[in-house]
């Protein structure tokens, strides 16, 4: 068994590392700009493009590894299927014409062994996704693994799990070894996925995965989710642990999917108020979200002072998104990634879902320029793939149009947030998660991870 889950003392003036962006704290109400731009037109000359100068300005030196796995945007759910993994490959000829690979570690990790996927999934799970292809016949273990119209059994759907998979557990493997600040895996963030069930998309949960392997080191992990829909996989799988505090932003009600996430779902037993919901209707827009974002964050990072943040950064809360109903803008969306990453804890970020697939790309090619502290030109770069971006063929298209009204009244965000703190208040006397050693049940594991790393470093080595 896994623990994930203590109850002793906490250290006082033990945990997160101080805050590293100063003024950037706190609520950002709507005219403190400009943290971030609500309309691309009135962002500084730093977007524009100086005739003569090179793509990337950097400005710090973050360690930043990148992940991404051989081939991971040639998989096909169908072709009706929102989810299209070539919006991958997009994002990766995005970062790469800026030159934003120039400023980052990269690699091509191994794909997760099955061992490491049952960490987490029930063996027959992993045993059926293994074995079915499209060709075999219906049978119950269809139902039963919940294999239907939005999760489709498809062409190398098990080599495609193992490859994101592998790609999450390779970043969280660098950051508890301290080699990098920041690890990145856009392939990542797949967030439905249940121990033994298919869902919204997902078929193995590499959140869960990573942050698995981040407690094996770090006694408290921070996990937030900016996708749309709430990131109930990670809340279910780590609702009695005090180890791991848990934070969705999702558009909730309607029976919008998965239909959890309210502000009521606060975990049990020891994980009681370490899950922590933030429930949204539809048309928010940059400001409220934001602000609201940041006075959530915050506290959270004070308050559980985690070691280190796992964040998924769905696209589909973006304006304009086929399967959402949000009126986030790139940069909106983007400030909330810069915020996290200014507090300077080791950090995750996955992606998630999204399916606008050019804005898919156009986000995570700027939220690669934010964690690798560089500044990009509007204009984007020429790729085999530019027709995506016509006719505008720049990276802060208008996304916040107002296509959808917003339903988000002042007083319901501002009685979200005084829930959110009020809850908040928990953490502070909370059970405690300090842990001074790895703990005994997962001290089995090390050896085996030892020999990971070493064929990650020779495989690292070879590309
Ligand atoms: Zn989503």
């Known amino acids: 068994m896994v623990v994930l889950a203590y109850d002793a003392p906490r250290a006082a003036g033990s945990g997160a590392a101080a805050h590293a962006s100063g003024s950037s704290s706190g609520c950002l109400r709507s005219d403190d700009s400009p ?37 991971v945007g040639e998989y096909h759910y169908g072709e009706r299927h929102p989810m299209k993994p070539a919006r991958l490959t997009l994002t990766n000829r995005l970062v790469l014409g ?47 693994f919940n294999f239907a119209d939005d999760c489709p059994v498809f062409d190398g759907m098990y080599d495609f799990c193992r490859s994101y998979a592998g790609a999450s557990l390779a970043g969280a493997r660098k950051l508890t070894a301290g080699q ?57 799988a780590f609702y009695n642990s005090n180890r791991v505090l848990t934070v969705s932003f999702h558009k909730f009600g309607n029976d919008f999917f998965p239909c959890t996430g309210a502000l009521s779902e606060i ?23 934001v602000s609201l974002f940041k006075a959530v ?21 973006l304006g ?29 970020v996955l992606g998630g879902g999204g399916y606008t697939i050019r804005n898919v790309a156009r986000c995570w090619a700027y939220e690669t320029a934010v964690l690798t502290s560089c500044t ?52 502070h006397g909370a059970p405690s998660v300090q842990m001074q050693e790895i703990p005994p049940d997962l001290t089995g594991w090390l050896e085996e991870d030892r020999q990971a790393r070493d064929s990650e470093r020779a495989e690292e080595k070879a590309s």
């Open 180 to 236: 990098t600040d920041i690890a990145i895996n856009w392939s990542g963030g797949l967030h439905h996925a249940k121990k033994n069930e298919a869902s919204g998309f997902c078929y193995v949960n590499d959140i869960v995965l990573a942050i698995m392997e981040l407690l094996r080191y770090h006694p408290r992990v921070l996990y937030i989710d900016i996708d749309i829909h709430h990131g109930d996989g990670v809340q279910e």
């Open 267 to 289: 975990g049990t037993s020891l994980g009681k108020h370490f899950s922590l919901n933030v429930p949204l209707q539809d048309g928010i827009d940059d400001g409220s979200y």
């Open 320 to 348: 304009l998104d086929r399967l959402g109903c949000f009126n986030l803008s790139i940069a909106a969306h983007g400030e909330c990634v810069r915020f996290v990453k200014s507090f300077g804890l080791p950090l995750l």
């Open 35 to 71: 943290l971030y731009y609500l309309d691309p037109s009135l962002a500084p000359s730093a977007l524009a493009t100086p005739a003569d100068a090179p793509h990337v300005q950097p400005h710090a030196r973050e360690r930043v590894s990148y992940y991404f796995p051989k081939g």
């Open 297 to 317: 964050i915050e506290p959270c990072i004070t308050s559980f002072r985690p070691e280190s943040i796992v964040l998924q950064c769905g696209a589909d809360s």
């Open 98 to 144: 800026y030159g934003l690979h120039q400023r980052m570690s990269c690699y091509t990790p191994r794909v997760a062994t099955r061992e490491e996927l049952e960490w987490f999934h029930d063996s027959d799970y992993v045993e059926f996704l293994s074995q079915v292809t499209p060709t075999t016949p219906l049978s119950s273990s269809f139902t039963r």
């Open 376 to 427: 990009v030109p509007d204009n984007l770069p020429e790729t085999p793939y530019s027709d995506f971006f016509a006719p505008s063929h720049r990276l802060h298209e208008a996304l916040q149009a107002g296509r959808v009204e917003n339903q988000n009244t002042k007083a319901s965000l501002e009685k979200i947030r005084v829930q959110c703190l009020e809850q908040l208040r928990y953490l």
